[in-house]
């Protein structure tokens, strides 16, 4: 899970400067870098300020932060089995109640989702920023799977933008470009996921040993319209 930072503050005496620390009983909650306080699950942090050199210095009475912590790894019941999607990079977490998997309605012509699409919304990722979802799936996906996208209602192939391995997909998608369907700064949302069959329909053409066959059929009716004295008209 992640959550916003926030930065201690607590007033200097004696022009001696405080240094703050993340309470033991709190370490599973928050963390402190650079100054900074990081959440990493819902709960109370409890942060300590201390002066050096003056034992008696008092930090300022505890103030109570309200934040917002946000998943970065959710799991879904499809029909295929779970799913598991989870945040690499690129944004603070998953929007709370935006993720979702779900049956595609008017899925491309032949196309089979198993695993239904994952649909969410993921915020803070910073005006054109970039974000990496990796998928992973129950079993490993064929070799001929196709995976597509839905974009302002048309389904789109997006296979060649994403990497298959094993069991897993992992998609790519930047704030405000190819694939981002949320019009706002710094949030990024996207329906997708793997089917088996559908594409282009290609046009059946015959093999040789067609041809051959055919060729050979049509040697026959000649022969056959010069045994019955078959004229044709002028």
């Not at 998943?71 to 109640?97: D, E, K, W």
């Amino acid at each position: 899970m992640g959550g916003p930072v926030y930065t201690p503050t607590a007033t200097a005496t004696s022009g001696l400067p405080v240094s703050f620390a993340i309470d033991p009983a709190s370490s599973a909650v928050c963390t402190l870098t650079d100054g900074q306080v990081s959440f990493q699950a819902a709960g109370s942090c409890t942060i300590n300020a201390t002066q050096a050199g003056n034992s008696n210095y008092n930090a300022a009475p505890p103030v109570q932060q309200s934040f917002s912590v946000l998943a970065t790894q959710v799991t879904g019941n499809t029909p295929g089995g779970p799913v598991t999607a989870r945040i690499t990079g690129g944004c603070l977490g998953f929007q709370t109640g935006s993720t979702q998997f779900t049956v595609p309605t008017r899925p491309p012509a032949g196309a089979n989702f198993p695993y239904g699409v994952f649909g969410f919304t993921a915020l803070q990722c910073g005006a054109g920023g970039t974000l990496t979802i990796t998928l992973t799936y129950p079993q490993p996906l064929p070799a001929e799977t196709r995976y597509w996208k839905n974009i302002s209602g048309n389904w789109v192939d997006w296979t060649n933008q994403v990497k298959i391995a094993g069991n897993t997909v992992i998609l790519t998608i930047t704030d405000g470009g190819a694939g981002d369907t949320n019009p706002a700064a710094g949030e990024i949302s996207d329906p997708s996921g793997p089917a088996f069959g559908g594409g282009a329909t290609s046009i059946p053409t015959l093999s040789e040993w067609g041809l051959i066959l055919l060729g050979l059929a049509l040697l026959t009716l000649a022969g056959w319209r010069q045994r019955q004295g078959f004229t044709p008209r002028g």
